[in-house]
Each structure stands twice: as structure tokens, then as C-alpha cells.
């Protein structure tokens, strides 16, 4: 449970991960003492938040897991490319302003970068970010070409009367991504107080600043008129995800397998839940609000309400941390599919535990028992 929980965030007090210990010894690590090339995005660290240290990271990559996808990139080769990324590291008074072109830019920007000394390998690895490979202090850092930066974005960013969530919300609602938004986020374009923000932090917040506007918008919505299971899968993380009819009601599970990356020697399954609010963090993580923003995006797309149990089951074919992007792109996957229209709860939980390949999550729901005894004003 506590591995799941965790994923590599130290909450077991020992100095290294002993999962992602493994990594270590697997990169194939190049020295080097200058870079020059793209940046296609950039990361703030939160150690000793809120005096903190980023840099750009540098590979001749968009950094874009979408791109990832559509290329019809395996694990391996993703891996790979992440270990050959260089993660640069200094002040933010010293590198601050190119950050910032580099997040504004819809392309990745030419960069030339001399490190104090040769990069090193140094896995930056939390469960919410994709991994990185290299890590290097900046010495010097020059922009070699300059920023194309969208209308929209250069709109909403130079607004400094705006709040970050009506900001981020508003850059959705024009067509930004989500993944452009976070990178505006954590480089400190958003809001009225403006700071740089933690790249993991970032992922998490516009994923649930996004999907909490998109709530907000569905509940006024009528609900679905049926019960519908949506099911994709990417990279052994495979999500089935439940509608049916009624107000916002949200409950995932998460289920890690004999012998995966978190689960061990025994299964581990963790749940969580919330109404139109959410108290309080969630056990699940970063995935919970990834995977909850790729279901409000559909049902705004559909304009539609619905109660929603959505189930991650997680296999050893996930043989390495990529970031939470994983569960935001599988529950896209799962909500584009054909759905598998279902005429009762039990029928569609005993569909989705045959999807899933196993029942022993059901019993860790809380609202589907809720949903058997409850009664809506239709049926009175």
C-alpha cells in the first residue's frame, strides 16, 4: 500500500528508492560540458520551496507525450529518450527570463548551454513527472532563437489582473493543451502574484484546476441516459471507466498487481472519492486528478452529467515510471472507444470486472454500493 501510495516520493524514510534503485545502473551516461540544440521545455525542482533551482531540459525532443503516441513510441524507446535528457539546474535569478521564452514558445527553442562541470546521471523521479535522465548546474545559458508564441497564450499571459485558475480555464477553453498550460504554470506566466511553481506541483494543479472548471460546467448538464463502460489501454496501465446517469459523482480505483512496479508481492488496490468538491489530496496521487480531467473532457464534449467509476489496473507490462501522463492519455484512449452500453450497475460492474480481469477491486468501491440503495426523484 505504502509503494503505491508513494511511488518514489522517499515516504519510507530511506535514502533511495529501492524500486527505482534499478534505474540507476541502467543509463548509458555521456558526459558532456556544454549543450547545444533544443529546449523544448522546462523544469523547477521544489527542494527548499520556495527558494528553488530549474533549468531547461534539453533534448532534441517536443517533450510532448501526445507526439509520443502518435509516433507509436514502446516504453523502451521512451525510456531511452528520457535518459538521454539533460534536466539543466541554477538560480532562478539567473535563468528566469529564458525559462519563461522557452515556456511561451510553441516550439522548442534553440539553446546554448555551458554546465560548471560534465552532466551526471541523476533520475528525477516522483510519479508525477516524466523522468529524466541528466542532470547538470548551469554555468551559462544563451537563447538562440526566439519564442513563436500563440496569440491566445501571449493574450492571457500578459493579463496580469487575472487569476491562474480563470487563466489556465480560459487557455483551455481557447484550444491550449493541457501540457502547455502546466509548462506556463510552473514557469510563473499565470495568475496575478506571479512565482515559479514546481514542475510536479504544476502537472497536478492544472489538472485539477481544469477539471474542477469543467465540473462546474457539466453539472448543468442533463445526465446520460444510459450506463456505458468506456475501456483503453496504454502501456499496461488499462482503464475501464463506468457512466451512468445522475449528478457529478467521481470514485476511482487503482489496482497494482503481483509483482509491478508498486505492487509487490501482493496486490494493492487504493481507492478514492469525492462529490462536486474535493477534501484533501488524494491517495492515488497525481493519477486520480489526470484521469478525472480526460472524463470531464469528454463529458463537456457530449454535455452531458454523469456519476463515474473509473478503474486503473496495472500490469507488469508497466516496467518503468513515466508520469502521470500515462493515466491522462489511457483514459482519453478508453473515452474515444465505442462504449458497451449496459442495462443495470450490476450488469456493467460485472462487464467492467471481466474488462479489468478481476473482481477484487468491487469491494473497495464506495459508491457503487451507494448507487444500489439510492434513489433518485425519477423513480418516485
Not at 538521454?84 to 541554477?90: C, D, L, Q, Y
Not at 496495472?314 to 484512449?333: M, N, Q
Request: proline share 6%; charged share 20%; aromatic share 8%.
Amino acid at each position: 500500500m505504502r509503494c503505491a501510495e508513494c511511488k518514489g516520493k522517499g515516504m519510507c524514510g530511506l535514502p533511495r528508492c529501492p524500486i527505482m534503485s534499478r534505474f540507476h545502473a541502467q543509463a548509458d551516461v555521456k558526459p558532456a560540458s556544454s549543450y547545444q540544440g533544443c529546449s523544448p521545455s522546462v523544469f523547477i525542482g521544489s527542494y527548499g520551496y520556495p527558494d528553488v533551482h530549474g533549468g531547461p531540459l534539453l533534448i532534441n525532443d517536443n517533450d510532448n507525450p501526445p507526439d509520443w503516441l502518435r509516433n507509436n513510441l514502446g516504453m523502451e524507446e521512451i525510456v531511452n529518450l528520457r535518459a538521454r535528457t539533460i534536466r539543466g539546474s541554477a538560480g532562478l535569478h539567473a535563468v528566469g527570463g529564458s525559462l519563461q521564452e522557452i515556456a511561451l514558445s510553441s516550439i522548442p527553442l534553440d539553446v546554448d548551454v555551458l554546465f560548471e562541470k560534465p552532466v551526471a546521471f541523476a533520475l528525477n523521479f516522483d510519479g508525477t513527472v516524466a523522468p529524466v535522465g541528466l542532470s547538470g548546474a548551469v554555468k551559462k545559458m544563451d537563447l538562440v532563437g526566439s519564442a513563436k508564441v500563440g496569440r491566445v497564450v501571449d493574450r492571457i499571459t500578459s493579463d496580469t489582473d487575472i487569476g491562474a485558475t480563470d487563466a489556465a480555464n480560459a487557455l483551455l477553453a481557447d484550444g491550449v493543451d493541457v501540457y502547455q498550460i502546466a509548462k506556463l504554470m510552473t514557469a510563473g506566466l499565470l495568475g496575478k502574484k506571479r512565482t515559479f511553481v514546481p514542475t510536479r506541483w504544476a502537472i497536478t494543479a492544472v489538472d485539477d484546476t481544469l477539471s474542477t472548471g469543467l465540473k462546474k460546467d457539466i453539472a448543468r448538464f442533463p445526465p446520460v441516459e444510459e450506463i456505458s463502460i468506456f475501456a483503453g489501454e496504454i502501456y499496461g496501465n488499462r482503464i475501464v471507466c463506468i457512466l451512468l446517469p445522475g449528478d457529478w459523482k467521481y470514485e476511482m480505483i487503482e489496482i497494482w498487481g503481483k509483482q509491478t512496479l508498486w505492487g509487490g508481492d501482493e496486490e494493492v488496490i487504493v481507492q478514492d472519492r469525492e462529490g462536486m468538491v474535493k477534501h484533501g489530496y488524494s491517495p492515488i496521487s497525481g493519477a486520480y486528478y489526470s484521469a478525472r480531467l480526460a472524463v470531464c473532457e469528454y463529458l463537456k464534449s457530449i454535455r452531458r452529467c454523469a456519476r463515474v467509476i473509473v478503474v486503473r489496473s496495472v500490469s507488469s507490462e508497466y516496467w518503468a515510471p513515466l508520469g502521470t501522463w500515462v493515466i491522462r492519455e489511457a483514459t482519453r484512449k478508453a473515452m474515444a472507444n465505442p462504449p458497451v452500453r449496459c442495462e443495470s450497475l450490476d450488469s456493467a460492474v460485472r462487464h467492467a470486472a471481466a474488462v479489468v480481469g478481476s473482481d477484487t477491486w468491487v469491494p473497495h468501491s464506495t459508491l457503487i454500493p451507494e448507487l444500489r440503495t439510492q434513489r433518485t426523484l425519477f423513480q418516485f
